[in-house]
């Protein structure tokens, strides 16, 4: 196998909102915040459900690959209800191989209200159910060790179980990637995720907000500056700037597709990792690996929803 995805598990609820609405509520705009049964439940009573789809960060990256040709895998924690079923049916269809056998939890599985804004922009409220569960036994570990590469998601991150099952897969993996996933996750393990991504992983992919509140660094020279002295390769969105990786002396940047018509933001930097890590496992160069996730992402935030219709 190519590449096997662990995150958390997700069902996908995309809903169309105004601003107002995010104000309202209390939700900053571009960012994910946890939320309890309780307010996931209110929240959906105010709302009006554009589409419902199996997600999940590394699951749409994985998905993804998987569109690309490549041969992947996913863990991820559901229990065995409708949305469950659901999601496992996502996978599925997309030919993704599920190294997780679902049963009867406490918890519901995981549901992500989508809110997408008149201006594209997602935020996110998460109620992580029981992929928030997910513990070590739950990795499988023959599947991680016939692997060519895992892919981990910052989301997934958590003290207790969850960075149980985050420390076995990497102690098991042939190499690993992963995203910092969302500013909210990187303020709340800067000190965790400074250390993986200087001594764990190999690959790490953030936009340039995540990896600058990582670093407390005020400008991005000293991102570079950083990213040198590492010696891994650091892979960093840029908006409307583009994209750069950087590993050690080398410094290569893409530029952006223009002329788009963006409906969506969601899973822009889902597929982008998703393009970028076909090339690399198909042995392509690091400025074609960078193209391939700019021409992933480009296509995705053109609909609705992180993965490819």
């Not at 997780?100 to 992500?112: D, F, I, Q, R």
């Not at 928030?132 to 003290?159: H, R, T």
């Amino acid at each position: 196998m190519k590449i096997l995805g662990i995150g958390n598990a997700i069902v996908d609820v995309l809903c169309k909102v105004e601003d107002q609405y995010l104000v309202d509520n209390g939700l900053t705009k571009s960012t994910m915040k946890l939320i309890d049964e309780t307010e996931l439940q209110k929240l959906l009573s105010t709302l009006k459900i554009e589409n419902t789809v199996s997600g999940g960060s590394v699951a749409n990256s994985i998905v993804g690959l998987s569109q690309l040709g490549n041969k992947v895998g996913f863990i991820g924690k559901v229990t065995d209800d409708n949305l469950g079923q659901k999601y496992e049916d996502g996978l599925k269809k997309e030919n993704v191989n599920f190294y997780y056998s679902k049963k009867k939890e406490v918890l519901p599985t995981g549901t992500c209200l989508i809110l997408i804004t008149p201006d594209s922009e997602r935020t996110m409220c998460t109620f992580l159910g029981t992929a928030g569960k997910i513990n070590a036994d739950d990795v499988d570990i023959i599947s991680i060790k016939n692997s060519e590469m895992i892919f981990l998601e910052g989301y997934l991150w958590d003290e207790g179980d969850p960075k149980s099952a985050f420390d076995r897969a990497i102690n098991n993996s042939n190499k690993v990637a992963m995203s910092l996933s969302d500013l909210f996750c990187v303020e709340r393990h800067k000190a965790s995720f400074l250390d993986l991504v200087k001594n764990k992983i190999d690959i790490t992919f953030a936009n340039e907000q995540e990896i600058t509140s990582l670093l407390n660094v005020k400008n991005f020279e000293e991102v570079v500056s950083f990213s040198k002295q590492i010696g891994k390769m650091i892979i960093i969105t840029r908006g409307e700037k583009g994209s750069i990786a950087i590993n050690k002396d080398k410094i290569i940047e893409c530029d952006i597709q223009k002329n788009l018509k963006i409906i969506d933001l969601t899973g822009a930097g889902d597929l982008f990792a998703a393009g970028y890590l076909h090339g690399y496992i198909n042995n392509l160069t690091v400025k074609e690996s960078l193209i391939k996730g700019t021409e992933m992402s480009s296509r995705v935030i053109q609909q609705i929803g992180a993965r490819f219709i």
